[in-house]
């Protein structure tokens, strides 16, 4: 095998890392599968001799793939300020997280799969939604791919110091703003509970298992009935989730992992139409966020 062989061989492999970064700091399968393939594409834009003259391809590919998602970063909070209702990162569906592909399109790679961990759990990319576009692409890069500020300082074109700071600053939101960690297995529990009260249209039990100060965020990207503002209180999730049932006739409610977390699918003739992840608090749910918008619900149904 040539050089060049073995650097085409190596910059391939980096893909399902690059794909990794990129939904981590855009929050959207979509958007990250065109920031990866516009990353290639300029890798292969170069003559051969500036391709072998590049030293480690793989670190040339993250810093570009990290410059277009800061790019995009920018542009995406424009465009979601026009956005219809409230917009939530895209759920990742659970074992078979595939999207090398888009949806009906042939089987997908395995290495393009995302790997699901605490810095893809629903509350943690609520949270990156928040932060600047710096802020964001310093935590990630440091904190979840362990990059040196002197390298994040080179992608963002800011000191070694100010990229440390930007860490720190993001990771402090992180910490003020997320409630203590609970056991999966006690959050699987809670879930479970929420899911058969629901069924069974028991609104005491529901009512129970929320916080009292409980938010509930529907993304429906314009889908009528899709509530366009957070609902906050108990109670008033509750009513919601009971209207919601009686509208949606034959609702069939699933368990399923979303984002690495107990959550659930609400699928209506075996089309996903919800995915609803949670934040568990103690022995309560705090936080709901129920993704309606079909474009980014193609994925649980066809993957």
Same mark, same amino acid.
């Given at each position: 095998?040539t050089n060049h062989?073995?650097?085409?061989s190596?910059?391939?492999?980096?893909?399902?890392?690059l794909i990794?970064?990129?939904y981590?700091?855009?929050g959207?399968?979509?958007?990250?599968?065109?920031?990866v393939?516009?990353?290639?594409?300029?890798?292969?834009?170069?003559?051969?001799?500036q391709?072998?003259?590049?030293?480690?391809p793989?670190?040339?590919?993250?810093?570009?793939?990290?410059?277009?998602?800061?790019?995009?970063?920018?542009?995406?909070?424009a465009?979601?300020?026009?956005?219809?209702?409230?917009w939530?990162?895209e759920?990742?569906?659970?074992r078979?997280?595939?999207?090398?592909?888009?949806?009906?399109?042939?089987?997908a790679d395995?290495a393009?799969?995302?790997?699901?961990?605490?810095?893809v759990?629903?509350?943690?990319?609520?949270?990156?939604?928040s932060?600047?576009?710096?802020q964001?692409?310093a935590?990630? /890069?440091?904190?979840?791919?362990?990059y040196?500020?002197?390298e *994040? =300082?080179?992608?963002? #074109?800011?000191?070694p !110091? @100010?990229? %440390?700071?930007l860490?720190?600053?993001?990771?402090?939101?992180?910490?003020?703003?997320q409630?203590?960690?609970?056991p999966a297995s006690?959050?699987?529990?809670?879930?479970?509970?929420?899911?058969q009260?629901?069924?069974a249209?028991?609104?005491?039990? /529901?009512?129970?298992?929320?916080?009292?100060d409980?938010?509930? *965020? =529907?993304?429906?990207? #314009?889908?009528?009935? !899709? @509530?366009? %503002?957070p609902?906050?209180?108990?109670?008033q999730?509750?009513?919601?989730?009971v209207?919601?049932?009686?509208?949606l006739?034959n609702?069939?409610?699933?368990?399923?992992?979303?984002?690495?977390?107990?959550?659930?699918?609400?699928?209506?003739?075996?089309?996903t139409?919800?995915?609803?992840?949670f934040e568990v608090?103690?022995?309560?749910?705090?936080?709901?966020w129920?993704?309606?918008?079909?474009?980014k619900?193609?994925p649980?149904t066809?993957?």
């Open positions: 095998m062989d073995a650097g085409l190596a910059i391939i492999s980096e893909r399902r890392q990794n970064l990129a981590r700091l855009l959207s399968l979509a958007e990250a599968e065109d920031a393939q516009e990353t290639y594409a300029r890798w292969y834009a170069m003559s051969r001799q391709q072998d003259a590049i030293e480690s793989g670190a040339w590919l993250t810093r570009v793939a990290s410059r277009i998602c800061l790019d995009l970063l920018g542009s995406a909070r465009r979601r300020e026009h956005y219809v209702g409230e939530i990162p759920p990742l569906p659970d078979t997280e595939w999207i090398s592909g888009r949806p009906g399109t042939a089987a395995p393009d799969r995302v790997t699901l961990d605490e810095s759990s629903m509350a943690f990319l609520v949270v990156l939604e932060m600047t576009p710096a964001r692409v935590l990630i /890069l440091h904190d979840v791919f362990r040196s500020f002197a *994040i =300082a080179e992608i963002t #074109g800011r000191t !110091a @100010a990229c %440390r700071e860490a720190s600053s993001a990771r402090r939101r992180i910490r003020d703003s409630a203590p960690a609970t006690r959050q699987a529990g809670i879930v479970r509970d929420f899911k009260a629901w069924e249209k028991d609104i005491d039990t /529901l009512i129970g298992l929320l916080d009292p409980a938010t509930a *965020i =529907a993304d429906g990207g #314009g889908v009528i009935g !899709a @509530a366009l %503002r609902i906050e209180g108990a109670e999730i509750v009513r919601s989730l209207q919601l049932e009686g509208r006739r609702l069939t409610i699933l368990e399923r992992t979303v984002n690495g977390q107990p959550g659930l699918v609400a699928q209506q003739d075996g089309v139409v919800s995915v609803y992840a608090a103690g022995d309560r749910i705090k936080h709901i129920a993704v309606r918008n079909p474009d619900l193609r649980w066809t993957g």
